[in-house]
């Protein structure tokens, strides 16, 4: 647990390290003497947990420096310390992301719940350090069936493989992940996030989903445009940040709209899969969104043709549309119409309807994949440290 202290007041500093020391808990406590102005340089540096501090003013404009900073910082705690400051400011603190705000004079008892109650939320919220894997999907056309593939695959890769999943749908105008593998109404959506994005942490993220599963939780797109337009890349940013620190595996379905906050998200990404089908309007507009992507700065490398309802005695084969966009097809699913048809109908995984189904098949050998390139790259990192050592 990192924590640091940033006050001007060095006699102040000291008894706040004094008092946290006598908690018996591994602690790494850093002091600082700058003030706000150098806030967001230090938590970029340090990355601490916690971060206390005293000598900020009372007006307005701390407290939209507060909620900017918890934003940006989503997963460090903030608690600072007022000597005079109105209920009224007190208040709206806590609303900026603030964790506590402690009265001065210094009371040790209450410096020492306020950061246990910290580290007990940081705990519960799955303190382990882990950098999930982001795959993000992306249809080059409408009806292509990115949405299915995208909460199948998450489906699957939880179900069968036990690995903690969170599917993020960013289709933020049309966006109905939810309809394909739930028939629970969702009480929040990707804009309510949005709305309290300074308080946003593990427990406030997992709250926020429908639960299809103990392992897999999937956050619903905006109910309307209004709802969309109030989701910022900022929001995303933060989002994103959680997300891969809580999970095994994060899904985006991101739709076919390029615009600020799907590029933000996509930043973030791993893996790009482009879903198409074997027709010329699917190959055109692959085509243009591969250069738009490439255009943007995303290695070809990171995207991945994924061919939906292929027909081995399609008109277009395979051959041809690897010639025409210069990739090769990451992976094929075959047209299985009547059991995809069913999945959608009832709103159930196909997994679950047809389990032998070669639609099934397909994503469970994606999954497959997925988790073989995962382990390897963690070999191939631990491997690297040994050598070095």
């Known amino acids: 647990m990192k924590i640091i202290i940033i006050s001007p007041n060095k006699a102040l500093k000291e008894q706040i390290r004094q008092h946290l020391q006598e908690i018996n808990a591994p602690r790494e406590i850093l002091l600082f003497d700058n003030g706000s102005d150098k806030l ?94 982001v795959i993000a999907f992306i249809a080059s056309k409408g009806g292509s069936g990115a949405t299915f593939l995208a909460c199948n695959l998450a489906y699957v890769l939880a179900a069968q493989e036990n690995e903690k999943v969170a599917l993020l749908d960013l289709n933020l105008q049309f966006g109905d992940a939810a309809l394909f593998v739930s028939d629970q109404v969702p009480a929040n959506t990707l804009a309510d996030v949005a709305a309290n994005i300074s308080r946003l942490d593990a427990t406030l993220l997992a709250s926020s989903m429908v639960q299809v599963l103990p392992n897999f939780g999937l956050l619903a797109a905006p109910e309307d445009a209004e709802h969309a337009a109030e989701v910022k890349p900022a929001h995303i940013d933060a989002l994103m940040k959680l997300a891969k620190n809580q999970y095994d595996y994060v899904v985006l379905d991101i739709g076919r709209t390029l615009n600020a906050s799907s590029i933000k998200a996509l930043d973030y990404a791993d893996m790009i899969f482009l879903v198409l089908q074997e027709s010329l309007p699917f190959i055109r507009d692959s085509k243009r969104l591969i250069v738009a992507l490439q255009s943007l700065g995303y290695d070809k490398n990171k995207i991945y043709l994924m061919l939906n309802r292929h027909e081995k005695r399609g008109d277009i084969s395979i051959e041809d549309i690897e010639a025409a966009l210069d990739m090769k097809v990451f992976k094929s699913i075959p047209n299985s119409y009547i059991a995809v048809s069913a999945s959608v109908n009832q709103g159930v995984p196909i997994m679950k309807i047809a389990k032998h189904d070669a639609v099934t098949h397909a994503l469970q050998e994606i999954a497959q994949t997925l988790l073989k390139s995962t382990h390897a790259a963690k070999k191939s990192w631990l491997n690297s440290l040994l050598n070095r050592a």
Do not use: W
């Open 40 to 133: 967001a340089q230090i938590a970029e540096q340090e990355r601490p947990d916690i971060l206390i501090m005293e000598g900020l003013d009372h007006g307005l404009d701390q407290l939209t420096f507060l909620e900017q900073f918890s934003l940006h910082y989503p997963a460090t705690e903030l608690i600072i310390f007022s000597e005079n400051a109105s209920s009224e400011f007190l208040m709206k603190a806590m609303r900026s992301g603030v964790s506590d705000v402690l009265h001065l004079p210094l009371v040790a008892e209450d410096l020492q719940l306020a950061v246990r109650r910290v580290e007990s939320k940081l705990k519960q919220a799955g303190g382990r350090n882990k950098i999930g894997k």
